[in-house]
């Protein structure tokens, strides 16, 4: 019950026990780049953060065009009471929200597929466990590759009542390279299959690269 409940506010890292570490907090913006007065060098990184990086879209159509900010909080009460004297993003920004992280921190730098997922309810917990399975099933099989579940918490109506699921890769090589290993009959297929399998549907799938940010990258 504990794993159910907690699924609706977290992000997880299941290369990690549940509570391993005290959690913290993704505050994430997308943002249309375009409006930034500097590009790149024009985004902003607050006093508060432990963390901070980037993604760019590689594909997917509901991506294109936007930036993905992430930011690395203590706690949700620190993004909440920072979020609102955040260095300014002009026109930039198109959607914000919080997401709580508990075990491995896993967005500095990686090329990830993202898919956004519905998974009923009842089904949180056995799709956790079925990631997990994949997850080291992949990496018994020699695939650098770490899995991460996001459930959205203020996040607006693209995220509302779904999960994100991102497959994180070192490069795009090692990425593509489980594609193809799938594909190819690698041993985990059925691992793969079975969690697919708690997906009620999929509303988007994308490929992301994911940078991290300098302390001051202005």
Not at 63 to 70: D, K
Not at 192 to 210: E, P
Request: proline content about 9%; hydrophobic content about 45%.
């Amino acid at each position: 019950m504990l794993r159910r409940l907690a699924v609706l506010t977290a992000l997880l890292s299941l290369s990690a026990p549940l509570f391993a570490s005290p959690p913290g907090v993704l505050w994430m913006q997308r943002l249309d780049p375009s409006a930034l007065p500097k590009g790149l060098e024009a985004l902003p990184r607050s006093a508060h953060s432990s963390a901070a990086g980037y993604c760019l879209p590689l594909s997917g159509d509901q991506t294109l065009g936007q930036l993905l900010l992430w930011e690395r909080f203590p706690d949700l009460a620190t993004a909440l009471d920072t979020a609102p004297n955040a260095p300014a993003l002009n026109n930039a920004r198109l959607q914000s929200g919080a997401y709580t992280e508990l075990g491995t921190e896993g967005l500095a730098s990686a090329t990830a597929r993202v898919w956004q997922v519905q998974v009923p309810v009842a089904d949180y917990a056995p799709f956790l466990d079925a990631i997990a399975a994949l997850e080291t099933a992949l990496r018994k099989d020699g695939h650098d590759f770490r899995a991460l579940v996001l459930s959205p918490a203020g996040t607006g109506v693209q995220d509302a009542g779904g999960l994100q699921l991102w497959a994180l890769s070192p490069n795009g090589a090692a990425a593509g390279a489980v594609v193809d290993a799938y594909y190819a009959g690698a041993p985990w297929g059925p691992a793969w299959d079975a969690a697919y399998g708690y997906f009620k549907a999929v509303d988007s799938d994308a490929f992301l690269q994911c940078h991290p940010l300098p302390a001051d990258p202005r």
